[in-house]
């Protein structure tokens, strides 16, 4: 079992419409969980972070965590077509400092 | 002020060649990482710096060496390189304890 696992996609979604990416991790120890996004060849921006139960809303996303389901997701609404990039869930593990990366999901949202 | 930076953007050379990579970030943050990206993967963790001493090297072959001269630097330095490692290579920063890490725009290597 891969420690942190997403769809790899791609995920097409119609513009103003809500895409849903979904994560799942193995290590019950993780307590700090992140959303990147990736455009092609650029680096991996910062989306959303999230530490307890619960949602937490910035702007047109939401990132949902649920620990006793080790599952983590994220929320896009109004989707645009510059949300179209790949996004990559990471978890930091209990070993300090180390972030594990999902494989990525693709998304793209077309007019 | 969410900024790392480095440089070059893109390298190209051979696999007889020494060349360095560099990361800086001025945020105070006090560990630096090194990661290695092939296309269509996620970024893999090569190397973290902790107050500018070395804390993981995910086994990471010796023609990479890291080096932190100070806490707003990070260098990798790059000799003896096969074609294969041809990646995007990413620097990151975060706070003391590894919460949220930022990253660079990263360098695009190529190895011939």
New interface residues.
Partial sequence: QKEVEQNSGPLSVPEGAIASLNCTYSDRGSQ?F?W?RQYSG?????IM?IYSNGDKEDGRFTAQLNKASQYVSLLIRDSQPSDSATY?CAV?TPS????T????TILTVHP | DTEVTQTPKHLVMGMTNKKSLKCEQHMGHR?M?WYKQKAK???E?MF?Y?YEKL??NESVPSRFSPECPNSSLLNLHLHALQPEDSA?Y?CAS?QQ??????????TRLLVL
């Fill in positions: 700090s992140f990147y650029k680096s991996p921006e910062l972070s990559l930091k300090y400092g180390k972030l990366f999902g494989q990525g | 560990a990482y993967k996620p970024p963790l973290v902790s804390s993981i995007l990413l975060s304890g590894g919460e949220t890490q930022y990253f660079g725009p990263g």
